[in-house]
């Protein structure tokens, strides 16, 4: 019965589809790259408020994403600010929705005419370096693809992007001194700190960028080290070219703050010029070619990427783009696009909600990124070459975020990807022999940034989901090692802290999910009885979590939604709600009707819009499954309720669509989730909450490798703007009478149906 259901489904799928996309050629034209796409940068705006997403051509989860990029330096970690008025050129790796100062920006190309410029200048006097004004009414983002007018020059410069490389096609007046120029220095947060261009032949170079924590990057310098090699070919022979290189005293610092003072910048400017070099490697080197150009006429430059070996870029842009067909390459990126977002179809509602959906899609595939080469061969932390064998090594978690729904997600949609990342962190381990799971990492460097142990939650997930083509027991090992080396120690507690010791707690009950599985009872109950530290940090003066700093002593107390006391980026009344393991315990503790009353007034409190606040601050993530809690305290309808406000007033369809940093694809995965109708409370549980859809039917195309069934439906009958309560629900055509379902239910297929009014459906 359930496979001729599955059956009728799919069919009745492809046929709505067509009628989805009257108006649209593929899914991938509901995409918007532009929502979110603004950081500090020109901004009067709160950092805060800032999406910082790029909007670039990338490819799913592939190795290049190349972006415009507005300004250096400062607190804009995509590089692009909606609100800048220049361009400084465009670079070929990115990171999409943080905040910390940023990385990558590598590899950055500008055409130009006219003198050369060896600087980017400033946005208050482009004419001194070869930065450009653009307006927004000459730029078009699409998935896949991006061009704007550059004004100062009159070129049109177009980007597309395969998986490991990228072209770019520029299109110039008549000129006698026109040019395509790159500064190998460049980078988002800093600078790299040595570079080396060769001259391959008379159409192409080769080189690399190396970049350390002495040149900034992310966090200013937090560890991460990495060299970005290039293979790149010019459609116009290398017949007049060149070099630039400054030169800067031994002592001088490189990183975010210095690389941005008039003093460092006029060292730059006055870079020497040498023409016809063949070879070269310095500290902060530029390469350009020069050619007179008639009106109209198109010069195309495209390039491999590697983070392993120059001989790793030149394959990748041999397997990606052996052509010089920029439109090709366009179809292919967005083909790809198409492939991927149609693992989900949606039906119903306006363009407006689609558009809304399949950007925040998009967005869930940007990482964890690809980070091998074509020959299967990545860059290991201990700096040596290595195969991924049976798996793609992958890069970017940020883990203290991206547990919450963006992995969750990917174990629905992307079960593969999830296995390749747990795979990428087990081998990672390996070569640092430390035998942990990673918080925040980048470039298979484990940053440390945040707290808590989220590569453990990512891991007991993914495992008691059965996503398991990896050596399990070295991944229980490592959550082992994790979890016990980042605890909060004999006494219960981690001394005056509430995030840490919740965030703890929940890691432990994790570790202790696995034990249980393995058949290790007496560790499982050894880590079960660690999670209920969170009980520790209640105090019943204040009623509420506070911070212990001993076991007569506690933080001093400012009130609950003052931010600080113990909590990373909140205050106590947002990470209070953190015991996601054991909510049951958390309302006895606190007595249950006192929960539902303080849960209540948490929403009730909230501004419209769910931007930076003291009580649900959808811009941050400690507080993304809270909605989710009323399920849990017998409120279901109040779930329903404030899901689909935030769904409607926290995201929308401009550049302003997104009320908080996308946080490497979370915050576009909770809309994704909630939007379709499920959501987890707790990873590692194997259940998601029963919310109300945005959509009338939302389909998921399930990977056979991973699930029994073809297609899991959630559909809600007469769903609209104002029915957004759950009067009854249906599993397979058999009655649902609790608000939750379980991922084994969802990957055998079937179908969730859904009876929708517009009045709750109170059963206390």
Avoid at 28 to 55: E, H, Q
Avoid at 133 to 151: P, T
Avoid at 303 to 324: M, P, Q, T
């Amino acid at each position: 019965m359930r496979n001729y259901l599955s059956i009728i489904l799919f069919l009745s799928v492809i046929l709505a589809s067509f009628s989805t996309l009257a108006q649209k050629s593929t899914i991938a034209d509901f995409v918007n790259p532009m929502i979110g796409a603004f950081s500090p940068s020109g901004s009067k705006l709160a950092g805060k408020d800032c999406g910082r997403t790029l909007p670039g051509a990338t490819t799913p989860f592939g190795l290049v994403q190349l972006s415009p990029d507005t300004n250096t330096g400062g607190d804009n970690g995509n590089g692009y600010s909606w609100f800048n008025k220049t361009i400084e050129g465009f670079s070929f790796t990115h990171l999409s929705g943080v905040g910390w100062g940023g990385d990558l920006g590598n590899f950055l190309v500008m055409p130009t005419t006219g003198p050369l410029k060896t600087f980017k200048g400033s946005e208050a006097n482009v004419d001194e370096g070869y930065r450009s004004r653009f307006s927004h009414d000459n730029e078009v983002a699409k998935a896949g693809y991006y061009s704007v007018v550059l004004d100062k020059y009159n070129v049109k410069a177009e980007l597309t992007a395969a998986p490991r490389s990228g072209i770019l096609r520029f299109t110039f007046p008549k000129n006698e001194l026109s040019r395509i120029q790159i500064d190998l220095s460049r980078r988002v947060g800093g600078t790299s700190v040595e570079q080396y261009v060769k001259v391959e032949n008379d159409h192409t170079i080769s080189g690399w960028m190396k970049c350390t924590p002495d040149g900034g990057g992310w966090g200013n310098g937090a560890r991460v080290w990495y060299t970005v090699y290039f293979y790149c070919e010019f459609s116009k022979p290398l017949t007049h070219y060149g070099v630039w290189s400054a030169e800067f005293p031994a002592d001088w610092k490189r990183k975010n703050g210095e690389v941005n003072t008039p003093e460092y910048q006029q060292l730059v400017a006055n870079a020497k010029v040498s023409y016809n070099i063949k070879e070269q490697q310095g500290k902060h080197l530029g390469f350009f070619t020069e050619f007179a150009t008639e009106e109209g006429e198109q010069v195309s430059m495209k390039s491999g990427i590697s983070f392993v070996n120059v001989e790793g870029a030149k394959g990748n842009l041999a397997n990606d783009i052996s052509h010089w067909n920029f439109d090709q390459v366009v179809h292919e990126s967005k083909s790809a696009w198409t492939k991927a977002l149609s693992k989900v179809m949606v039906t119903g509602t306006n363009d407006a909600d689609k558009i809304k959906f399949y950007t925040a899609m998009y967005r869930t595939m940007v990482d964890p990124r690809n980070f091998t080469d074509y020959n299967g061969n990545f860059m290991g932390s201990d700096q040596k070459i290595h195969p991924a064998v049976g798996y793609t090594a992958r890069t970017i978690f940020s883990g203290w975020d991206v547990f919450r729904s963006q992995f969750p997600l990917q174990t629905i949609i992307n079960p593969e990807v999830v296995n390749d990342a747990i795979n990428t962190w087990i081998e990672t381990a390996d070569f640092r022999g430390d035998h942990s799971t990673p918080k925040w990492e980048i470039m298979n460097y484990n940053t440390g940034v945040m707290l808590g142990n989220p590569g453990v939650v990512v891991m007991a997930d993914a495992y008691m989901k059965g996503i398991r083509n990896y050596d399990v027991e070295k991944a229980y090992q490592n959550c082992k090692a994790t979890v016990d080396g980042n605890s909060s120690g004999r006494e219960g507690y981690l001394k005056g802290s509430i995030s840490g010791t919740l965030e703890n707690a929940y890691s432990e009950w994790c570790v202790g999910q696995m034990a249980k599985s393995f058949g290790r009872l007496e560790e499982a109950k050894f880590y079960d009885q660690k999670s209920h530290a969170y009980k520790n940090i209640w105090n019943k003066e204040v009623s509420w979590f506070r911070g212990r700093l001993s076991d007569t002593e506690w933080l001093p107390w400012k009130g609950k939604t003052v931010h600080g006391q113990g909590c990373a980026e909140s205050n106590p009344y947002q990470q209070g709600w953190f015991v996601p393991h054991d909510v049951p315990g958390m309302m006895q503790l606190m007595g249950k009707q006192f929960f539902i009353d303080e849960l209540t007034a948490f929403f009730d409190k909230s501004p419209d819009n769910f931007k930076w606040n003291d009580y649900y601050n959808h811009p941050n993530e400690p507080v993304h499954h809270v909605p989710y809690l009323f399920n849990e305290a017998g409120k279901p309808w109040l779930t329903q309720k404030w899901t689909r406000k935030i769904c409607s007033n926290a995201y929308g369809t401009d550049v302003f669509g997104l009320s908080g940093n996308d946080d490497v694809g979370q915050m576009s995965a909770w809309y994704v989730l909630s939007a379709m109708g499920i959501h987890p409370i707790c990873p590692g549980d194997n259940k998601y909450q029963i919310t109300s859809p945005v959509f009338e039917k939302a389909t998921i195309f399930l990977d056979q490798r991973y699930a029994t069934g073809r297609t899991f439906a959630i559909v809600a009958k007469n769903n609209s703007a104002e029915n957004i309560y759950i009067q009854s629900m249906k599993l397979n055509d058999q009655p649902l009478d609790r608000f939750w379902i379980t991922h084994q239910e969802i990957i055998a297929g079937g179908i969730l149906e859904m009876e929708m009014g517009s009045k709750p459906n109170i059963k206390e």
